[in-house]
């Protein structure tokens, strides 16, 4: 005979705890890629700043180390 009190309790709504755990990680992780993914085209839609311009134009003109003269 088992006793009643060893048996497990199963959640009510039929979904067993690893399955919430599932489907509440998939759901923070959908909803931190969303954050991301809008943050990122925050920046994106940033203009470069001046000096980052004239830095990278300067490198655009820079020779190459190793290249011939």
Same mark, same amino acid.
């Given at each position: 005979m088992t006793d009643e009190t060893e048996k497990q309790v199963k959640p009510s709504d039929g979904k067993s705890?690893?399955?919430r755990d599932k489907?509440?990680?998939s759901a923070r #992780?959908? /909803?931190?890629?969303?954050? *991301? #993914?809008? /943050?990122?085209?925050?920046? *994106?839609s940033e203009p470069i700043p001046d000096e980052f311009s004239r830095l990278l134009e300067q490198l655009s003109k820079s020779k190459p180390e190793g290249s011939p003269d």
């Open positions: 705890a690893d399955t489907v509440e990680q #992780r959908e /909803a931190l890629g969303t954050g *991301l #993914r809008r /943050a990122y085209q925050k920046v *994106l």
